[in-house]
């Protein structure tokens, strides 16, 4: 497994495991991850430990639709682009910033490739939304959660109308569970 983690094609024993299983097999992986630009600067500009830096703002946004960001996750994503890029020296943006907002992207890339999966299982009607921690939520998460606005059940959304994270540049406060139309009856 360290083998595939660290790029390596040929691995040694075949990679197996949960990680591996849920994973998407080497054959369907893309080259360029979902990250439109306007959410990349939505979640920029919320996150504010960044400085306003177009050049900084590029690579960045370069480095998270890499194929590999989600196979080398965040930490190790900032520790080698800080390594090849001089983040430091360049920016002034030290490695914990900028890993701190990779997991951000990291979870919202995730989230997405999860919503655009169920979308194609049969018999999926929507998302149900619970909070991650619901002790921690804000009265906008609670009304999200609470809501019943489409005649599904509390927090439940039809794929055409799934929320955005109600706070860019923090991780998102929900759980998402795909919801089937025989769950409904």
């Known amino acids: 497994m360290w083998n595939w983690l660290l790029g390596r094609t040929e691995p040694v024993v075949p990679p197996s495991g949960v990680v591996i299983d849920a994973g998407i097999p080497a054959q369907d992986r893309v080259a360029e991850l979902p990250l439109p630009e306007p959410l990349f600067i939505l979640h920029y500009n919320g996150f504010g430990l960044l400085p306003e830096n ?6 960045l946004l370069e480095t998270a639709r890499s194929g590999d960001f989600l196979r080398d996750m965040p930490r190790v994503s900032a520790q080698q682009l800080a390594a090849r890029a001089g983040l430091r020296v360049r920016f002034g943006v030290d490695v914990d910033t900028v890993a701190r907002f990779f997991r951000v992207l990291h979870a919202e890339i995730t989230r997405r490739m999860y919503v655009e999966a169920a979308r194609q299982r049969e018999g999926a009607v929507g998302l149900r939304l619970t ?3 619901p002790e921690t939520a804000t009265p906008e998460d609670q009304a999200i959660v609470n809501a019943d606005t489409h005649g599904l059940g509390a927090g439940v959304y ?4 799934i929320p955005e994270n109600p706070h860019p540049g923090t991780e998102n406060p929900f759980i998402i569970r795909v919801v089937m ?3 409904l009856v």
């Open 54 to 59: 177009p050049e900084l703002r590029q690579i």
């Open 131 to 133: 909070l991650l921690k």
């Open 158 to 161: 039809p794929f055409t109308h």
């Open 181 to 183: 139309k025989k769950d």
